[in-house]
């Protein structure tokens, strides 16, 4: 067990809705790291917080959106979805807070996303 | 920017046998160094990590990996290979700034057979 949890685990929907994703990162993990996971492109990142604030983007679509809480956990919004956009979703934790090095990556069991 | 090339899609051992994975990165400087494997249906497990040092670095379940800097790899081993040990490997690098998103690449299909 990870410590990361992501809910839900499977959602189903139809195109052009909204979806929100939630992950609740380690005890004491400041930084939410979220990834796409598709049979074609592999696993592709999409944003990254730390402690709230943005800190880097990759390859994360206009449709998409992110956010990080005080609390620490992040959601992930997904609208005018797509058949395309089916994939499966990881949420990753890191820097303990107080850490000073680069802290490995620690996964959730993700969310898999089916859109029809 | 960074790059991580798995050149094996898919491998077939039999079980008991080595194994050896396949991970080449393309990087300005020293990165830090991952290797996670993932089993169906479930999240990426971190099996071990290079950050500075010793080259052989060993992970959980029996892996050990290699950083060899003239080749830019850093491959997985095994010595003896369990049923258990069937997964998705991937290899992962970061930037040597901290708490930096991963680069993964495209992952290895290991299938072990009696």
């Known amino acids: 067990d990870s410590g990361v949890t992501q809910t839900p685990k499977h959602l189903i929907t139809a195109t052009g809705q909204r979806v929100t994703l939630r992950c609740s990162p380690r005890?004491?993990?400041?930084?939410v790291y979220w990834y796409q996971q598709s049979l074609d492109q592999g696993l592709q990142f999409l944003i990254q917080y730390y402690n709230g604030e943005e800190r880097a983007k990759g390859n994360i679509l206009e449709r998409f959106s992110a956010q990080q809480f005080p609390d620490l956990h992040s959601e992930l919004n997904l609208s005018s979805l797509e058949l395309g956009d089916s994939a499966l979703y990881f949420c990753?934790?890191?820097?303990?807070?107080?850490?000073?090095?680069?802290?490995?990556?620690?996964f959730g069991n993700g969310t898999r996303l089916t859109v029809t | 920017a960074q790059s991580v090339t798995q050149p094996d899609i898919h491998i077939t051992v039999s079980e008991g046998a080595s194994l050896e994975l396949r991970c080449n990165y393309s990087y300005g400087a020293t990165p830090y160094l991952f290797w996670y494997v993932q089993s169906p249906g479930q999240g990426l497990q971190l099996l071990l990590k290079?950050?500075?040092?010793?080259?052989l670095v060993q992970g959980i379940k029996g892996f050990e990996a290699e950083f060899k800097r003239s080749q830019s790899s850093f491959n997985l081993r095994k010595p003896s290979v369990h049923w258990s040990d069937a997964a998705e490997y991937f290899c992962a690098v970061g930037l040597n700034s901290g708490n930096t998103p991963l680069v993964f690449g495209k992952g290895t299909r290991l299938s072990v057979i009696a």
């Open positions: 990753a934790s890191s820097a303990p807070r107080g850490s000073s090095y680069n802290s490995p990556l620690h």
């Open positions: 005890s004491g993990d400041l930084s």
């Open positions: 290079y950050f500075s040092g010793d080259t």
